[in-house]
C-alpha cells in the first residue's frame, strides 16, 4: 500500500527517527542483530534513514526496497556506500536468489502489506540457511487507534494480533530466536529452520 500524505510527512520526522534510532534499532541489536560483512535486505526502506543506521553495523551489502518510488528518491539521495535502493512490492522478491541474504530487516511496515502473509515467504525463500530476520509490528487493534486519530487508513486485510503474526512464521519456516514487546507492538527476531 501507498503512504497517505499524513503518514508520508509522519514517517519522515525528527520524531521517526529518534525512535528509529534510540529505540527500534538498539532492540534490533539486543535480539542479536550484528550486520558486520553480512547482506541485508531492508523491507519498507522509506527515505533510507534505517539504511543510515544499517549502515552504521558495516554490512557487505545492504540493499532497501520501497513500493513508493519518491521514498526511494529520498533514500538514493543519501549517498551511502554499499546501499542500493530499489522501487520493488516486498511480495514479490524474485530480483533475489534464494538463500542470498544474511539478515532481513523490517522496521514495522508489514501491517501495510495487505499480502503480508506472501512477504514473509518470500524473506524465507532468500534468506541463507540459519539467516535471521529482524521485525517490528504493530496489533491489529493498536494500529486501528492510530487510523482513528490520524485517519492513516490502513488495510484491514494487513492487520493481524501477535499469536496470528507467530503462527504465520512457524508456518513459513521460521523459529522464535527472540521476542521483546509492550502491549500492542512487538520486536522479535527469527531463524530460517534449515
Not at 139 to 165: C, K, Q, S, T
Request: hydrophobic residues 40%.
Amino acid at each position: 500500500m501507498r503512504l497517505t500524505e499524513s503518514e508520508f510527512r509522519g514517517m519522515n520526522t525528527g520524531i521517526r527517527r529518534f525512535f528509529q534510532r534510540r529505540m527500534e534499532l538498539p532492540v534490533f541489536r539486543w535480539l542479536g542483530l550484528s550486520g558486520r560483512d553480512q547482506d541485508i535486505l531492508e523491507i519498507g526502506c522509506g527515505s533510507g534513514y534505517g539504511a543510515v543506521l544499517l549502515s552504521q553495523l558495516q554490512p557487505r551489502s545492504y540493499v532497501g526496497i520501497d513500493l513508493m518510488p519518491e521514498m526511494i528518491e529520498l533514500a538514493k539521495q543519501r549517498s551511502l556506500p554499499n546501499a542500493t535502493f530499489l522501487v520493488m512490492d516486498a511480495s514479490d522478491l524474485s530480483y533475489f536468489p534464494d538463500d542470498s541474504q544474511d539478515s532481513v530487516v523490517i522496521f514495522g511496515i508489514l501491517h501495510h502489506i495487505p499480502a503480508w502473509r506472501k512477504v514473509l515467504d518470500e524473506c524465507q525463500r532468500v534468506l541463507r540457511p540459519d539467516g535471521r530476520m529482524f521485525l517490528e509490528e504493530p496489533a491489529a487493534w493498536a494500529v486501528r487507534i492510530w487510523d482513528f486519530f490520524f485517519r492513516w487508513n490502513h488495510p484491514r486485510e494487513a492487520l493481524f494480533g501477535r499469536a496470528e503474526l507467530e503462527d504465520q512464521l512457524r508456518l513459513f519456516g521460521f523459529s522464535l530466536a527472540g521476542r521483546i514487546g509492550v502491549p500492542g507492538f512487538w520486536s522479535y527476531c527469527v531463524r530460517k529452520n534449515t
